[in-house]
């Protein structure tokens, strides 16, 4: 089954970031208009009017577990909180030097992790907007992205390793895990391989399966790569070998104008979707999917298994 939802238009910029509430009831995108709209999930429509606050492009969202606050972050590394039930801005904005590369909330909603695309990663506190630790520095590396565990006593990071001479190009990927009590590396994994001078779009980090697993995922050239590393020891697991529970990992994706579970394509776009239509990035659980566009525009798409495809376009 597809259904797509005709409703107002989207954003007038490339869409850079999106969120979906854990309760799956709204979505969130971000846009190089320095713009966010909350979306219905139910009939695509608008919640409130265009989020304003931000004077750069939006490069990052995380919603709170309780689906109460948004965290917003802009190319300037200015980070703002917004209230989910009113559409207001709460409190003090953050502000990092540089151009912030992700942002995340603990799963108790307490503390705020964000990283920039220089390395530098701080945990503040949500209450009174203070640094707790940090700032940590990555050298000779190109930050992508970060997680929590659920039981939020680590902090993942995925970076990239970049050469550095004679000029910088990505010459591996690593995972770097440390404790939210006091900053301590307790796990440092090197992936050296397929990524060697490529451009890597789109990386996600997650904890799965109660925290005994570190998934990465990110496009490469025109395929989507997932790998599963254990949690403790950074040992990599073969995609079809091993425990039952890697069936449960999360294995849906999206890249140029198709959606992708474990490798295949499950749903394309309306064909009548230019090139301004490509998939400029997304976000996803194990049944719903979020991706913006090039052109501006937003889509949510339910993808049960065994149940088909539903299309709905903010």
Known sequence: MRRQLSVQPA?????????????????????????????????????FPPLQGHKAEIVALDISRDDKILISASKDGEIHFWDLATGQIDGTPLKHSEEIASVKLSPDGLTLASITKTNELILWGVADRA????????????????????????????????????????????????????????????????????????????FAVEDKYLVI????????????????????????????????????????SRIIRN????????????HMG??????????????GTMSGDVYLVSCKKNQGATLAQG
């Open 11 to 47: 954003h007038i910029g490339i869409v850079q970031c999106v969120a979906l509430s854990h309760d799956q009831q709204y979505f969130i995108s971000g846009s190089a208009d320095t713009s966010i709209i909350v979306w219905n999930s139910l009939d695509g429509s608008a919640v």
């Open 131 to 206: 640094i707790l630790l940090g700032p940590f520095a990555y050298p000779g590396r190109d930050c992508k992205a970060i997680a929590f565990s659920d039981d939020g006593a680590r902090i993942a990071t995925l970076c990239g390793s970049i050469s550095g001479q004679p000029m910088d190009y990505l010459v591996g990927l690593g995972i770097i895990l440390r404790e939210t009590g006091g900053g301590n590396i307790v796990l440092e994994c090197n992936i050296d391989d397929e990524v060697e001078g490529a451009t890597v779009y789109w990386p996600k980090l997650e």
């Open 217 to 256: 995922r990110y496009a490469l050239g025109e395929a989507i790569t997932s790998r599963t590393f254990d949690a403790t020891t950074g040992e990599e697991y073969n995609q079809g070998l091993g425990s039952p529970e890697l069936t449960k990992i999360n294995r849906l994706a999206a890249i140029d």
């Open 263 to 274: 490798g295949q394509t499950i749903l394309h776009f309306p064909p009548d979707l230019d």
């Open 278 to 291: 490509t998939i400029t990035t997304w976000e996803s659980t194990d049944n719903m999917i979020i991706a």
